[in-house]
């Protein structure tokens, strides 16, 4: 969970970063700012953001061998299905009191 909350943070700046250049509005709009993040926190995590990582470490490692180890097949890289998906409803976390600390 920590690399998707440093993931999103780091997502979120950028966003907003493209957004001031074409509203200088949203830092003094409290509410704004409020509703902007929670949309964008949906926007993202509504992508399956572990599928694609998973894809990406098993075309880019899965079958190697590990560096310093033998050629054994119990060092070669093997890369586990992501969890499925709970039943929780994102778009709850647009209605919600409270969202990010």
Not at 34 to 53: A, G, H, Q, T, W
């Amino acid at each position: 969970f920590f690399l998707c909350d440093r993931l999103y943070v780091s997502w979120l700046i950028i966003q907003i970063l493209c957004t001031l250049v074409t509203s200088i509005d949203i830092c003094s709009d409290v509410d704004g700012m409020n509703r902007y993040i929670r949309e964008e926190f949906v926007s993202m995590y509504k992508k399956p953001i572990l599928n694609d990582l998973t894809n990406f470490f098993r075309l880019s490692y899965e079958g190697r061998h590990l560096i310093g180890k033998s050629k054994a097949a119990k060092d070669v890289v093997a890369i586990e299905e992501v969890p499925g998906q709970g039943d929780f409803d994102i778009d709850e976390v647009l209605k919600a009191r409270y969202f990010f600390s």
